[in-house]
C-alpha cells in the first residue's frame, strides 16, 4: 500500500522543534496542520496500516518516511496508535 500525501504531510511536521514546542502533544499539533481532507486520507490509511502491519512493518514505514528520527518497533506502533486515536476524535 502506498502512503497517501496526508502521511507525507504529517511525517514532514515531525521534526525536533516540533517536539520541543509541543512536547507530549505533538501528535495533535502535526495533525492540527494538516486540513479536513488530509486528516480523513491520514485516518483511513493509519487505520489500514493498524489491522494489517506489524510493528516491525510499522517501523519500516516510519522509517523511510522520516529520515530525522529514530523509531524502536514499539515506539512505532505507539505514534500509529496515537495517531489513530487523535484522528478518531
Known amino acids: 500500500m502506498q502512503a497517501p500525501k496526508a502521511f507525507?504531510?504529517?511525517?514532514?511536521?515531525?521534526?525536533?522543534d516540533v517536539f520541543l514546542i509541543h512536547g507530549e502533544n505533538f501528535v495533535e499539533a502535526c495533525i492540527e496542520a494538516l486540513s479536513p481532507k488530509e486528516r480523513a486520507e491520514l485516518?483511513?490509511?493509519?487505520?489500514?496500516?493498524?489491522?494489517?502491519?506489524?510493528?516491525?512493518?510499522?517501523?519500516?514505514?516510519l522509517r523511510r518516511s522520516v529520515k530525522d528520527h529514530f523509531f524502536t518497533s514499539e515506539s512505532a506502533r505507539a505514534l500509529f496508535?496515537?495517531?489513530a486515536d487523535r484522528l478518531r476524535k
Open 8 to 16: 507525507h504531510s504529517f511525517c514532514r511536521q515531525l521534526h525536533q
Open 43 to 61: 485516518k483511513a490509511y493509519v487505520e489500514r496500516l493498524l489491522e494489517t502491519s506489524t510493528n516491525a512493518e510499522l517501523k519500516g514505514i
Open 81 to 83: 496508535d496515537a495517531m
